[in-house]
């Protein structure tokens, strides 16, 4: 007998030899039994279990007994059938060697079959536990795997994450820059309205007095200065827009490379809390074939490296562009004051040399051009008040539109609908107030301009290039912005 095999993959080999003449044969024997009983053999079924059928041959007698008769009392007991205890040999019986021999063989192949069985319940045992092992180390490897994966998502999240607010707070800032440039624009309009009426109303001199004097060069050089400024800042103000839809783009990358970040950290952190004992584990035949990869690590790196080096040159240029409209701001700024102040005593040299206008009418036309000026702004106050009902108004109304949308009986008339309902009324009815209120200071107006217009009319010639210069001019000239309106804070 030979046994092949290895501690994890056995074969056993267990050559059964069962020899075809173990036992002796019995034909020494047979001439005892000659004639004697005849030999039937017993069924296949009937054979018992624990006889092996190779070491045996089973025999049996079926004496056929008649019925008693008379026919029988006549024999004689040599024809009679012999009994048992009359034999002198059994034809079923071997040698005690032979006994011994099976026992041994039995015993020995016994203890074979023991021997395998236990060799494989061993070697079975092993390799169970070196593939638990096995399992489990590969296991750790991947949650290992995963637990990195997510350390390093969670690493270039953070540093999407900082990199994305920076970037809103310099798109904040250069949006409110760009605000900043678009009020200091607007702001030049009534500088330049102020010196183009100037100069329209001094045209309105008359006789000796309309000249082209010192006074009037410093107006055309005031126009000349305020339009280039306006120039400049509507260059810089069109780059700026350039700029803010640059960071749009950047930052629009950052975030949606942010949310596919976040997806994939809550994803990989479920799978790395993942465990045997886990709720929601589940078999997925042939998942491990399906390859939806689109993407190394290094390649995955270099696309959220390159968003953020795109992100921080665009907020590089971004924080430079802010610099040179700043700078532009002030160096604007300073030109329109320095020549307004130019124009300024200028005027005042001239309204010097013609001083000798009517103090009277002079009195009367100044407060007739302050109240002017003053009816202006309150009537821009009541347009911007008018404005500032829009946006109530339309939350209001918007309000009550979303409520209509409300299911079945949700659409209940309850006190949060009956105060929206008010809330519209109230608010349009302050409109109306506010509306009328605007015509009546428009008519104000008007007749203020009507009653100038009255006052100029009955001024002597003397007085008429004084009225122009000092009233006039000088009287729109006492609304130009300051500094901090030209810089764009206000």
């Not at 030109?335 to 040399?353: H, K, P, Y």
């Not at 109240?371 to 500032?388: C, G, L, T, V």
Request: proline share 4%; hydrophobic share 35%; with cysteine.
């Amino acid at each position: 007998m030979e046994l092949v095999g290895s501690p994890l993959t056995a074969t056993y080999a267990h050559p059964r030899s069962t020899p075809t003449k173990f036992l002796p044969a019995i034909s020494t024997m047979a001439s005892s039994y000659k004639n004697r009983f005849p030999y039937y053999p017993l069924p296949q079924s009937f054979s018992l279990p624990w006889t092996p059928s190779a070491y045996y041959k089973a025999a049996a007698i079926n004496p056929t007994l008649g019925p008693f008769s008379k026919s029988s009392q006549g024999l004689t007991p040599s024809k009679m059938l012999p009994f048992v205890s009359n034999r002198t040999n059994l034809f079923t019986w071997y040698t005690p060697d032979d006994w011994y021999r099976s026992n041994l063989t039995n015993y020995k192949e016994s203890e074979t079959s023991r021997h395998n069985a236990e060799r494989l319940r061993v070697d079975t045992s092993r390799m169970i536990q070196d593939k638990y092992q096995q399992t489990k180390k590969t296991q750790l490897e991947s949650t290992k795997n995963l637990g990195e994966r997510v350390n390093d998502i969670e690493f270039w999240r953070s540093e999407l994450c900082r990199e994305l607010d920076e970037m809103m707070g310099e798109t904040n800032a250069l949006t409110d820059m760009k605000k900043r440039l678009e009020r200091a624009l607007a702001e030049t309009e009534a500088p330049l309205q102020v010196a183009q009426e100037c100069l329209l109303h001094r045209e309105k001199r008359m006789g000796i007095d309309l000249v082209h004097d010192n006074v009037e060069k410093q107006l055309f050089t005031e126009v000349d200065v305020i339009r280039s400024c306006q120039e400049r800042m509507q260059q810089w103000l069109d780059k700026a827009k350039a700029q803010l839809a640059s960071n749009r783009v950047a930052q629009h990358e950052l975030e949606r490379d942010l949310v596919n970040k976040q997806a994939a950290h809550r994803i990989d952190d479920k799978c790395h809390h993942l465990r045997n004992t886990s709720d929601g584990i589940s078999y997925y035949r042939g998942v491990e074939r399906v390859d939806a990869t689109i993407s190394v690590p290094e390649s995955w790196a270099k696309f959220t490296d390159d968003n953020i080096l795109c992100s921080q040159s665009e907020r590089a240029a971004s924080a430079k562009l802010r610099d040179n409209i700043e700078n532009l701001l002030v160096v604007t700024a300073n030109e329109m004051w320095r020549q307004f102040n130019g124009v300024n005593v200028a005027f005042t040299n001239r309204i010097a040399e013609t001083a000798d206008a009517k103090s009277k009418i002079q009195t009367h036309l100044a407060k007739t051009l302050q109240e002017i000026f003053q009816i202006e702004m309150n009537i821009e106050a009541i347009r911007k008040a008018i404005r500032d009902k829009g946006p109530p108004l339309k939350v209001a109304q918007t309000r009550l539109d979303e409520r209509t949308r409300r299911p079945n009986v949700e659409l209940c008339r309850d006190t949060a609908q009956l105060r929206l309902v008010n809330e519209v009324h109230e608010i349009d009815e302050m409109i109306q107030s506010l509306q009328q209120r605007l015509r009546d200071a428009e008519d104000t107006l008007q007749m203020l301009v009507r009653a100038k217009s009255v006052l100029e009319h009955d001024l002597a010639v003397k007085a008429h290039s004084l009225f122009i210069d000092q009233e006039k001019c000088m009287g729109m000239r006492k609304t130009f912005p300051s500094t901090v309106r030209l810089v764009g804070y206000v």
